[in-house]
Nanobody
């Protein structure tokens, strides 16, 4: 499975972005998909995850109520909608395919990773 994350960019505080994670060659339709982020000088951190059918989602406390993860089974794409962005959301965002069908907040449970997309929240 190859994953490609896109949609990052520069946005003002309070703004919104939608990240996309598309799979190539093989689908990840039977696998949970997670989003992680890594800010400069910090470790990679869990953001959100969605189960293989999209019926179950998980969020980090820091993004609950602001971020929403959904998946489009037909397009084989997972989206991360980010609202009310804050400067502390600035990071490289990665999507990853899990080994199992249900999401996890542990990066070790994911075996395929996209290349990352940079989100910068600044005025």
């Amino acid at each position: 499975v190859q994953l490609q994350a896109s949609g990052g960019g520069l946005v003002r505080p309070g703004g919104s972005l939608r990240l996309s994670c598309a799979a190539s060659r093989r689908t990840f339709s039977n696998n949970a998909v997670g989003w992680f982020r890594q800010a400069p000088g910090k470790e990679r951190a869990f953001v959100a995850a969605i189960s293989w059918r999209g019926s179950s989602t998980q969020y980090a406390d820091s993004v609950k109520g602001r971020f929403t993860v959904v998946r489009d089974v037909v397009k084989n794409t997972v989206y991360l909608r980010m609202n009310s962005l804050k400067p502390e959301d600035t990071a490289v965002y990665y999507c990853a395919s899990a080994r199992g069908s249900y999401g996890s907040n542990n990066y070790k449970d994911y075996n395929y990773w996209g290349q990352g997309t940079l989100v910068t929240v600044s005025s």
